[in-house]
């Protein structure tokens, strides 16, 4: 049976292999069929007999589904037809089996297609006004540009059909590596093919063994209730327990890689891999990665490479040399970590737990945090490059403790680990995690006779008795004249190691928590910031306050950074590009956490503390109906009290699939009883949900309602806000794109938000902003049948309202006042009985602070947190719609939250949000101490 359907791969948003393994709803496949409603695709089921063949084009979305007559499997052969101009590139489809094919063939990547094993089937008749390369190019693919495998594949997914051998064999491996279990095997899987591996009968049972020890309780043994493809796969295998259908697996797997690798025949029991994956290798693989660093763990081949490709080293381009291209091999591994992988503590320093204390990665975290270039100190460098250098089968590579000695004079025993690898019957010393530019291995005897040159500082490896250690190696410094850094005549020591190698648990694990505890006082790494990067004749480097490169005899403008974060609310942006200005390249995620780190340490240090956080709900108008919940913390000086700045970062990102709303996102919530309470964003108009002891009061903007709903989302009662609501249309489904378009801008109101009046003598009193007659509206029920609408404030006619809720502030009023922020940048303070203004606060007047479509309020002992979204689009003209203009430039808005003192004595701040994916902000939430209401 084929699966065909009548779009092509190239269509709409997809130009990548589509994973068929995956669930079709989150596949391209699901991007072709949502994406437009007119050219939703038609979907074949073609049967074929025995001798069959069956012509289509590979640009068709296609797949080989189960055989249906028969529970037995059958051969098939494929040929691919392709341009006679095509050429070989294996590095575009590097998982595809015909490159195997292409290889034994002696074929080299960029070959063309010709001569006796491509042989021309057909050739265009040259009078034929269709003939020619316009119009051959238009219908068969030329790949001549580099498309990102890594695309292929989603980033939190599970496995694909294009690393799914590879990921669960290297798997497997890791599974037989568990030396702690009874009966464990022989450790010679680590060399052996899967096909070897589950070829023994006795290897099979032990993974069948030590899989339900591990991740099955007793009471799971037997596959009683089971849903979905779970109850599949207990009816294809005929098993009634996990054992067993375990064992089925496996033997599947068997048959699935002896197919490939004797005959490279595909999609021979492909299901068996996402079989494995589901009943246990997920689990697994969780088992693994959010566990403690294990030496032995076995990097997946899709790993390193994606790793070498990072830093720019290609394997093939020393398999070639003779015997001194391992070394070559090794060197161009250390100095590409060095240049493209940056030593920070950022990551140390805003990676809590919930109690907020701190752990070392985790080796999923080691292991993710260097593939994507966003790096670490000694806890993650080195342990990746020992199982890197594993993985590429350097010999004899092993970890030495290494004791430093810092400048401050106090010794540090076995605070660090650096690696010993064996390269040519010689041991060398390689450290990536020190934070000195060792841009290559040291030969462990060379005795000062080998340096590493480098502007910023010279090293080497020399070798010392040292009382109390016995026999040691001596990492030495000589510090270079550059920019920033005095030069030292003399050689001084770093740190020193015993040649023995040690286990990681015994030589680092307890110093290693050590560094995370900030009650222990141990290194430098919790009460300072640190950031570099080196090339071999140039470096960033940032330690506290000084920030420079580490050129020699050049400097480029160097920003101070404390001052410069809390200075602009763009700084993390600005950092980036003083980064790449220098000649690196930085990972974006990682530099937007630069304030956080920052302020962490000086928190640590005892210099500021955390003192309020505020919960940030929004969306973005990128084309998504992606939603987002982030944090702004607010840091204040220990002295003062005064704030001294404000960080962001992003809590999580939600795609709704489900009649999704495009540019959406998440509106305006509230916490209460410690939870946050939130819209849907696959809604039209939801703009605001308040949650309390009676139950939910929504801002129901397309019904131009607010709704009380129960706890349990059961409605209790509509309230139209403006006369003249079809009761008809009170009934319409409002959810997914097409109630957007058909209801947008047909609001009469435009409820914005509500709240409750706690202090109103009338039950169930609810305050709602309407956005369209620019007012603030009281809902009371007062015992009468329909509830009652009265205006309470009425807010100038050029500034539409957005928030509107009550508060009080002892510093700034004694009494209950009614708050409201407009779009055009207003906060109003008004008298919560008469609606007589108090005071006002515009936006305009803090030139320092970024500018936008003013939504998001929240009210601090000292100050106000306002947020602003940039201007995009149609929102350049809408504001004149109530006879007003954007009193700023809109091209430079910003999506930012910032701080506004009531004392104008004080100094505002700033802080950005995720502009570069044109976010908006929508609420601004403090979270309560006590939910009373």
């Not at 992988?341 to 109690?355: A, E, G, I, Y």
């Not at 962490?600 to 919960?615: C, D, M, V």
């Not at 703009?687 to 209790?716: E, K, M, P, Y």
């Amino acid at each position: 049976m084929i699966d065909l359907a009548s779009l092509p791969h190239r269509h709409s948003q997809s130009s990548v292999p589509v994973d068929f393994m995956a669930d079709e709803v989150q596949n391209g496949l699901a991007m072709v069929l949502n994406d437009d409603e007119r050219q939703r695709p038609t979907r074949w089921l073609v049967p074929m007999n025995a001798g069959e063949t069956i012509i289509f084009t590979s640009h068709n979305w296609h797949r080989s589904s189960p055989n249906g007559q028969r529970q037995t499997s059958r051969d098939a052969y494929i040929q691919t037809w392709v341009h006679p101009k095509a050429r070989w590139r294996p590095d575009l489809v590097p998982w595809h089996p015909v490159n195997e094919h292409m290889i034994r063939a002696g074929h080299n990547p960029g070959d063309d297609l010709c001569g006796d094993r491509h042989p021309t089937i057909w050739h265009h008749d040259q009078d034929d006004p269709r003939d020619g390369e316009a119009y051959l190019s238009s219908v068969f693919a030329r790949h001549d540009r580099d498309v990102p495998i890594a695309a292929t594949k989603e980033a939190d997914s599970d496995i694909s059909m294009f690393d799914a051998s590879d990921v669960t064999s290297t798997q497997i491996r890791n599974i037989l590596s568990l030396s702690t279990h009874k009966g464990a095997v022989s450790h010679d899987h680590l060399r052996q093919s899967l096909v070897d591996i589950l070829s023994s009968a006795s290897n099979r049972q032990w993974l069948v063994d030590v899989t339900m020890e591990v991740l099955f309780s007793d009471e799971s043994v037997e596959l009683l209730a089971l849903d979905g493809d779970m109850e599949d796969l207990k009816n294809e295998s005929s098993c009634d327990t996990i054992p067993d259908l375990l064992a089925w697996i496996l033997k599947s797997l068997l048959i699935s890689a002896a197919a490939y690798a004797c005959h490279r025949s595909r999609n021979v029991f492909n299901s068996a891999y996402s079989a494995w994956w589901m009943l246990a290798g997920k689990a697994w693989n969780a088992h693994f990665l959010d566990g403690k660093f294990e030496p032995a763990y076995r990097l997946c081949r899709a790993d390193v490479d994606r790793f070498l490709a990072l830093i720019r080293v290609r394997k093939s381009d020393f398999d070639s040399l003779p015997a001194t291209g391992r070394l070559d091999f090794l060197t161009a591994i250390v100095g590409g970590c060095m240049e493209y992988v940056p030593f920070q503590n950022v990551t140390m320093l805003t990676r809590l737990q919930k109690d907020g204390s701190r752990r070392a990665p985790t080796l999923g975290q080691v292991i993710n945090d260097m593939l994507t270039g966003t790096g670490g100190l000694c806890t993650c460098r080195n342990p990746f490059l020992f199982l890197l250098l594993n993985a590429l089968d350097f010999q004899n590579v092993r970890f030495v403790s290494v004791t430093l000695c810092p400048p401050n004079g106090r010794v540090l025993k076995n605070a660090h680990v650096a690696c010993l690898v064996c390269v040519n019957g010689h041991d060398y010393w390689v450290d990536i995690a020190n934070g000195f530019p060792y841009m290559k291995p040291l030969r462990l005897d060379s005795d000062g006779a080998e340096e590493i040159h480098h502007p910023f500082v010279h090293t080497r490896l020399i070798q010392r008795t040292q009382p109390g250690y016995g026999d040691v190696f001596v990492i030495q410094h000589k510090f270079q004249s550059c920019v920033g850094n005095a030069e030292s005549k003399e050689w001084v020591d770093n740190g020193f190691f015993r040649s023995e190698p040690v286990s990681y648990e015994q030589g680092f694990a307890m110093m290693r928590q050590q560094h995370y505890d900030s009650k222990a006082d141990f290194g430098p790494f919790l009460k300072n910031f640190r950031f570099n990067m080196w090339s071999g004749t140039s470096g960033v480097l940032i330690r506290n306050m000084d920030v420079f490169t580490a050129f020699p005899h050049v400097e480029i403008e160097r920003p101070r950074l404390p001052q410069a974060l809390w200075e602009a609310s763009g700084t993390s942006r600005e950092l980036a590009n003083w980064i790449r200005r220098a000649g690196f390249e930085v990972n974006d995620d990682l530099i937007s956490l630069v304030p956080e780190a920052w302020a962490q340490s000086q928190s640590n240090a005892g210099k500021i503390r955390l003192a309020e956080e505020i919960t940030v709900t929004g969306g973005f108008f990128d084309k998504t109906a992606d939603a987002f919940v982030g944090l702004i913390s607010v840091w204040r000086c220990n002295e003062d009290d005064d704030v001294v700045g404000l960080t962001y970062r992003t809590i999580r990102v939600y795609t709704p699939d489900f009649k999704p709303v495009i540019n959406k996102g998440f509106a305006g919530g509230s916490w209460y009883n410690d939870e946050l309470h939130i819209d849907n964003p696959q809604f039209n108009d939801l703009h605001h949900v308040h949650a309390c002891r009676d139950g939910l009061w929504v801002a129901n903007t397309g019904l131009d309602s607010v709704d009380h709903l129960s706890h349990d989302g059961q409605l209790i009662a509509r309230c139209g806000v403006v006369p003249d609501v079809s009761p008809q249309d009170c009934l319409v489904d409002i959810r997914d794109q097409a109630a957007h378009t058909e209801r947008r801008g047909r609001d009469q109101g435009h409820v914005n938000h509500v709240c409750i009046d706690l202090e109103s003598a009338a039950r169930e009193s609810v305050v709602a902003t309407l956005l369209q007659p620019k007012c603030v509206v009281r809902i009371s029920q007062n015992g009468a049948d329909e509830p009652s609408v009265n205006m309470v404030t009425q807010l100038p006619k050029s500034s539409p309202p957005h928030e509107g809720f009550f508060g009080t502030v002892p510093s700034f009023n004694t009494g209950q006042l009614m708050w409201n922020s407009t779009v055009d940048g207003l906060v109003i303070a008004s008298d919560s009985t008469s609606g007589e203004m108090i005071r006002a606060f515009d936006v305009s007047e803090y030139p320092e602070l970024p500018r936008g479509w003013t939504r998001g309020l929240c009210v601090l002992p000292d100050g106000l947190l306002v947020g602003s979204s940039a201007i995009r689009g149609s929102a350049e003209q809408w504001i004149q719609r109530h006879d007003a203009e954007w009193n700023f430039d809109v091209e430079q808005s910003r999506t930012a939250v910032s701080f506004i003192p009531f004392d104008q004595s004080r100094q505002p701040r700033a802080v950005d949000v995720l502009n570069e994916r044109r976010a908006k902000v929508f609420s601004l939430l403090l979270k309560p101490q006590e939910a009373k209401h």
